[in-house]
């Protein structure tokens, strides 16, 4: 198991899923992880602040097979949007919102204020 | 010559390549565009508000072929993230900031505040 960058100290017993640390959250990568329609979907999904599960529906993305889901996710969490906490065999995944307003100021309450008019 | 959707009436005698109405901008879409280095590079130059030229060397894009920054310009214009005037021979693509601002309060100012910390 390699530890990965993580933003916060985990607490004791944590694990996380590898993630960005937050001064290495590329803005780019994060256009090109918001620059698709599921994805954007999550984030709406995750703009809540709570911790979602990965079963595609919850996330309402039941017509798309739980592989295709999984790789959406990985890209968000990749990018630095999101951040995934591991419980034994279960997943939860919240949005990065703290770490997204330091290092974007404003991104992410404009992203979300526009979203909803075209998602 | 189809008349494609444009958000000002142009003036008379002015050309404009196809784009789409304010209105039809898509979130997403802009991100999409926006989630390249070569495009948010573009994004930066076009930020002051004037127009530009398509030339490669002006862009400080020398580096790609001609193709290959036409090709990034077509994204950015058909997204609606900018506007190109056709005047005989020439080409001159300048930012739908107004657009932009009206259709994703926020958005431009965040992305351009931000830009210059990664780009």
Redesign the interface.
Known sequence: MTPAPVTAAPTAGEERLPQPATADI????????????VR?RLLLSYADGAEHSCAPRDLGLEHLHKSTVSHHMRVLREAGVTTTRVAGRNRFVSLRRADLDA?????L???L???P???
Chains 1, 2 share one sequence.
């Not at 590329?26 to 329609?37: E, Q």
């Not at 290092?103 to 991104?107: E, K, S, T």
């Open positions: 590329d803005l780019v990568t994060v256009l090109h992880a918001l620059g698709d329609p954007m290092r974007f100021p404003g991104l309450d404009a992203l204020a526009s979203a008019a075209t998602a």
